[in-house]
């Protein structure tokens, strides 16, 4: 098994688009943080300008955890891109070949992709405490980083983006055609389930947001009556916020295993 990950975590290594998607979610993730920490601060400061902004972790996680919005989509699509360049170049079956069990090459990719998608998520959480400094300095409160509960925030955002790498994962053994698949999994993530998720925040149905990818996301975080963020105003435990991101991730790689591993090596 181990040598199985080796190989499939230097399909990845070996090629430019890791690295570049490092400093695209660093820079991404900075940007939508203090545009996240911004909007929360800026309702506090306007109702007294002597009440410093940021003294709770909802309101500093929203900085920490700001990128998560872009950054998860990122992961999304390379997710996607894990497996559909395997498809797109028919390396797929050098790869089943190689290793006769294909049960076993599929579980070596997914957990290179959740490694990753924790490796955004770290770079995400960077990026936030990078933007925090300021806007800390400038609205006032505290970074909180003494804080368990403001680490265990951080530590649930990047456990959640390594979970959305894997969603798009599945979408990829799903879907065979990579253009395809990445293009639906930008319209689903970027404009179908937001909005969707803004509809049920909207009508404070918070079960079914709950079980929304953003929703369980904001949930898995620790976020609370956040529209921002597509929290829900009764969230999920952090534990079935996270099962209620592997079943979005697991469903379609499930459905796309029992499609193709059983078909003969193209």
Avoid at 128 to 133: E, N, Q, T
Wanted: hydrophobic fraction near 60%; charge should be negative.
């Amino acid at each position: 098994m181990m040598a199985t990950i080796t190989s499939e975590w230097r399909k990845y290594t070996s090629t430019k688009l890791w690295w570049i998607l490092v400093i695209v979610v660093f820079a991404g993730g900075a940007l939508y943080a203090a545009m996240y920490g911004v909007m929360t601060a800026l309702p506090v400061t306007l109702a007294d300008g002597d009440v410093d902004a940021f003294t709770t972790v909802a309101t500093i996680s929203s900085i920490y955890n700001g990128g998560n919005t872009l950054t998860r989509i990122l992961a999304l699509v390379l997710g996607v891109m894990a497996m559909g360049q395997e498809y797109r170049h028919r390396t797929m079956g050098w790869a089943y070949l190689a290793t006769p069990v294909r049960a076993k090459v599929v579980g070596a990719k997914a957990l290179v992709v959740l490694g990753f998608g924790a490796l955004y998520g770290v770079v995400n959480a960077i990026a936030g405490i990078v933007v925090a400094i300021p806007l800390v300095g400038w609205f006032g409160g505290s970074m909180m980083l003494d804080d368990p509960e403001v680490w265990r925030a951080i530590v649930m955002g990047i456990l959640s983006l390594a979970l959305w790498c894997l969603l798009g994962m599945g979408l990829g053994v799903l879907i065979k055609n990579m253009v395809v698949a990445v293009v639906l999994a930008i319209v689903f993530a970027y404009m179908v389930e937001p909005l969707i998720s803004f509809i049920f925040v909207f009508q404070e149905w918070d079960l079914l947001l709950n079980l929304m990818p953003s929703g369980a996301t904001s949930a898995l975080m620790g976020l609370a009556e956040n529209p921002l963020m597509m929290a829900p105003s009764e969230p999920f435990a952090w534990w079935l916020a996270g099962l209620v991101l592997v079943a979005w991730a697991a469903i379609p790689t499930a459905i796309g295993c029992l499609a193709t591993l059983g078909k003969d090596v193209d």
